[in-house]
């Protein structure tokens, strides 16, 4: 079913001990903190965590979608959602648009030092007015010589504040999809300025508006053809689908482990939770509803490293990954009582965490009406 081979194993042994070693014991404080160090991207960066997908050429592992799975298989083992999240926004989102779009210089300046963990990237497509419908987004670059001249705003963007460089949608053109091209914005622009978001879940990772004005930016910047940004966009959603899907997987799983730990041990009336039918069937029902996830999950995978198209499936994926999770993470939450509303459990924080996966790359109903236009139910939307 899913494609992992002896060397994703150990792959999956010497991350496995990183994040024992160099991650879980600082999770929790990173939540406070609200980000993860830079210094984490700089060890991940030195051990060739961060180029799984990227590029021999300029120090990637230029492995197929597996290997990613296995990274955020693992980096989720450290139960704070917000890491994989940063790290998938600069190592795969940010990144795969400047392998995909750009020059041989920009690669040169960009991927070699993200690679090595140097450098923080983000990718900014959401604008205040424009979320699912990515073709209306109106951040407008003009261009002024050899600049682009860069005017509007950016929200909910990982890694916004710690990004050093952001790949950022921009209009160019006319209205709708046809005008919108991909910019590496270095954070440094003058006019650039950044708000981080105030958050009820995933603490750990940043996530900020950023606010663009007259920010000129070379033109030799653009990734692909002027007014091409919102194919490369759609393609990029295929890859950030698998990354959600992934994530919310390996949160059902430690979720649905926290439960029946506490089923086992938590007495009532005399007996333990899991002595109660119910408990049971509850959690063997969440339990079969992960692994059809999975199973989704992997076909996905599957088709996607082979080249397939499988827009749809994808969407399924992430449709029934995320969805699922929410409703696990209601049960293995209810299973841990009132603890499960202490800011001190692991179990409430999972379950808030959740709650975003519904909504990032692409929302259920977004991909609702991408599976119905694949299938001929509807038109097929944007997004
Ligand atoms: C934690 C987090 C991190 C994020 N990181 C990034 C990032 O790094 N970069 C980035 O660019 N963006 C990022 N986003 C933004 C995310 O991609 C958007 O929030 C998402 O695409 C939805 O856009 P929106 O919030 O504007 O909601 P809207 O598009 O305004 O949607 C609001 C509601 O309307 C529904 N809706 C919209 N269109 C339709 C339709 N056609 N049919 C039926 N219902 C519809 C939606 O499903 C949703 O329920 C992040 C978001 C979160 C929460």
Redesign the pocket.
Known sequence: MHGFTEDHDQFRQSLRSFVEREVTPHAVEWEHEGQVPRALFKKLGDLGFLGVRLPTDYGGAGLDFWSTAVLIQELMQCGSVGVPVAIM?HAE?STKTIEFGGTDELKDKYLGPAIAGEVIG?????EPGA???VASISTKAVRDGDDYVINGA?T???NGTISDFITTAVRTGGPGHGGISLIVVPADTPGLTRRRLQ?IG?HSSD?AELFFDDCRVPVTNLLGQENGGFKQIMQGFEGERLVLSLIACAQMRLMWNAAREHGQTRKAFGQSLLDFQVWRHRLADALTSMEAAEALMYRGIDMYVRGEPCAAEISMSKLFCTETAVSVARECAQIHGGMSHMEECQMGRMYRDCL?FT????????LR?IIAGATGLSPE?S?
Not at 359 to 366: C, M, Q
């Open positions: 926004a989102f983000a990718l900014g497509v959401t979320g699912s419908d950016k909910f963007i990982t958050k995933t996530t975003a909504i990032g790359a692409g929302t259920s109903e977004v009406e939307r997004r």
